[in-house]
C-alpha cells in the first residue's frame, strides 16, 4: 500500500526557513521521481519541486532559488528546506511521486505569518 506522510510544517514569520520531510512507503522508492507540491484554499494543487532518482531537480518558477528538494533513498525519505518563506508560501504541503494510483497524503500545513 502506497502511502505518503509529511512533516515538518508549522507557523513561521516572513523571510523564516523551515524543512519538511515526507517518509514514503509501498513502493520502490529510489526508482521514482519524487515531487512537492501545494494547495491552498480554493485553489488546484500547484507544482513547487521535483527530484528525479539520479538527484536532478526542478523548481516552480516561484521558487526563485529559496528551496531546495532532497532524497535520502536509503530512508525512503525526501525533504524539502524552505528559506526566505514569504507569505504567498502559505499553503498545505504534499509530497508524492505525482502518479495517478498513488494517494495522496494528509500534508503539511505550512503558514508564514507575522
Known amino acids: 500500500q502506497v502511502q505518503f506522510v509529511e512533516s515538518g510544517g508549522g507557523l513561521v514569520q516572513p523571510g523564516g526557513t523551515l524543512r519538511l520531510s515526507c517518509e514514503a512507503s509501498g513502493f520502490a522508492f529510489s526508482s521514482y521521481t519524487m515531487g512537492w507540491y501545494r494547495q491552498t484554499p480554493g485553489k488546484q494543487r500547484e507544482f513547487v519541486a521535483t527530484i528525479f532518482p539520479a538527484g536532478k531537480t526542478i523548481y516552480a518558477d516561484f521558487v526563485n532559488g529559496r528551496f531546495s528538494i532532497s532524497r535520502d533513498n536509503a530512508e525512503n525519505a525526501a525533504y524539502l528546506e524552505m528559506n526566505n518563506l514569504k507569505p504567498d508560501d502559505t499553503a498545505v504541503y504534499y509530497c508524492?511521486?505525482?502518479?495517478?494510483?498513488?494517494?495522496w497524503g494528509q500534508g503539511t500545513q505550512v503558514t508564514v505569518s507575522s
Open positions: 508524492s511521486t505525482g502518479r495517478t494510483s498513488h494517494p
